[in-house]
């Protein structure tokens, strides 16, 4: 019983071991290259990037994995291997909110220099982010914000202008006069903000255009397929259909050539995958939005990186922790309608 | 009485080649009906192809979780299978093999899997839940990784058209796909109500012990059983892959509870020992016409989910007392 009762502790107490041990290294780290940082006296890019070499930076997801995180993280390890500091990227691989910010708070637990968070729900991201900006880690956000935190940049276009950008783009070639549909997937917040987006500005807008329906995308592009199906079903009168999502597209262009409607009904999708694009060069799809996921992570490693070395901004000693402004509070990286005729500037390496 | 005939009395057989699948099917009329009088686009030749097409794949895989079900046990990593046999297929098309030989290979990738279930299952005797709920990640982690998150569009090489015509042709404007998915049904129904193999699993599903007992190899039927479900959900990934022509990251994401839910609607018993195939084809019929109607009728989307769970309740509860009624 007693030897039970050893074994258990043992690997107890190696892990309390291990954390101390663990914490103190990295503050120390973290105070050292602050310092180091600091004191530089040598105040040129090279100068600046000695004394940095050595940092890590963290860019961290929800839903990690999906194809728009991997085009950010891109921009964010050139950005990254420019500056020659260490990037890292990291977060939950599923779409939940308690394992996002549990994943987040572990990922601060490793001290990185600083990190780009994006946030999959902007109050339950805030006070995880205070915590990190708190423990001495500078925090940007990008592609969706958390605009009650301490978070010193917003780097990204708001979903919302996204979904508005979609509805003058349709607008404008129905001459305000149409009938349109939208797909979105309920729960999902950045979808549900580029949705309304829309649905807010054709209402308001552009009295001409009637919004015909809004159907859920489901789970899978059989499910939207199916549930676009099932709309055309009743009602094929339909100019322009915006699928809000990847797989609503997919799901959607199937849709309309099984109902022998393509061509008939337009689709402006959402994203920049191969396929879409794919897609607008053969024409079954008219346009997609894209929110410049490489700028959005580039630009944040780039701001990562004053904040991390303060002295390359020299608007007011200790800026940073005074609170001076000496960065945009937010930065728009963009929303740009691919059609055919710009469809070519946006296959990337990875993609061709 | 613990021999073969002992158990069939045990085990009332007449329960299980009754048609149990009547209650359903009058709700399923009732709906009908229903949708019939709320817009005459319910049975326009368009709508009800497109819904038949749109569930063919997960009616394919209702035949495997039938007996799954029925064997006490069931398939969480089925949509999974569906999805990394589609992306598999697509990854060797595009790398040059022939498209006959790589839509083989996907439905080889779906037997493995399935073999693996059915190995860990059966004969380690993990619990089915923890066993598929890990194959469902472990399918989905390496769609992720051949996807790299986004998905991924079969080239237009030679015989990709001809592929693409199961998936998305029509005989006599019939769908092929559709008529894929009733071939594979007659065939499944046939075989789980005659064959001796199928009646080894209801034996199992009632009662493991008695059945092993009585000299059935519980072990192997288990396997079979897992495997079964693989090879149905890699076939029908293939399938899925000839009708969209793209496989992406979410591919038959969500497809195991749709599948689940219509085969216990169906009358498929959550606890083994009972069910039929044509039960739970009649309950994947009756969610899609759900939605469907749903969809028709400009239902918001917010409340689509809350009426699809409410109406499948209703389903239960209508089956259960019609059930108490003739006993």
Known sequence: ?352 | MLNKNGLTENLNLQKIKSVKELSVSVVLCVLLLFASLISPAFFSGANLKTTAVGFSCNGIIAIAMTLALVSGGFDLSVGSILGLSSISVVVLANSGVPIGIAGLFGCLVGVLCGLINGFLIGYVKLNAFITTLGMQQMARGLIYVLTNGGSVGLKPEAGVNAFRFIGSGTVGGFPVLVIVFLVFSVLGDIVVRKSSIARNVFFVGSNEKTAMLSGINTKFVKMMVYTLTGTLSGIAGVLTLSRFGTATASTGSGVEMTVISAAVVGGVSLSGGKGTVAGAIIGIILLSIITNILVIMNVSVHWQNFITGMILILAIIFDALSNRKRH
């Open chain 1, 1 to 352: 019983m007693k030897l039970r009762k050893l074994v258990a502790v043992i690997p107890a107490l190696c892990l309390v071991f291990s954390m101390v041990a663990c914490s103190s290294r990295n503050t120390a780290k973290q105070v050292s290259s602050a310092e180091s940082a600091q004191s530089s006296s040598d105040h040129t890019l090279a100068g600046i990037t000695t004394a940095s070499s050595g940092q890590t930076y963290y860019m961290v997801t929800f839903l990690s994995g999906y194809s728009f995180w991997t085009e950010c993280w891109r921009g964010f390890k050139d950005a990254a291997d420019l500056l020659g500091v260490n990037a890292k990227y990291g977060g939950a691989t599923d779409y939940d909110v308690n394992s996002a910010v549990t994943s987040l708070q572990q990922i601060i637990a490793l001290k990185p220099t600083a990190m780009a968070v994006t946030c999959m729900d902007a109050s339950a991201y805030k006070e995880p982010i205070n915590s990190a900006i708190t423990s001495g880690i500078p925090v940007v956000t990008f592609d969706s914000d958390s605009p009650n935190s301490n978070r010193t940049t917003f780097i990204g276009t708001s979903n919302y202008a996204a979904g508005v950008a979609a509805a003058n783009y349709i607008a404008k070639k129905l001459s305000g006069k149409g009938r349109v549909a939208c797909l979105t997937r309920t729960g999902q917040s950045n979808i549900n903000e580029r949705i309304q987006g829309f649905i807010q500005t054709i209402a308001e807008k552009y009295p001409g255009i009637k919004m015909v329906q809004v159907v859920d995308a489901g789970n899978d592009e059989n499910e939207a397929a199916t549930n676009i199906s099932s709309l055309l079903a009743k009602d094929s009168n339909i100019n322009y259909i915006f699928a809000g999502l990847q797989q609503a597209v997919l799901g959607t262009e199937t849709a309309l050539s099984e109902s022998g409607l393509k061509g008939k009904i337009k689709i402006v999708g959402f994203d920049t995958d191969k396929t879409t694009l794919d897609s607008i060069k053969n024409g079954t799809v008219e346009a997609t939005l894209s929110q410049s996921p490489y700028a959005e992570g580039y630009w944040s490693m780039i701001y990562l990186y004053m904040l991390a070395n303060q002295q390359c901004i020299k608007s007011s000693d200790g800026w940073y922790k005074k609170g001076f402004p000496s960065l945009p509070q937010t930065c728009d990286s963009g929303c740009t309608i691919v059609t055919a005729q710009n469809v070519d500037l946006f296959y990337t390496d990875q993609s061709k």
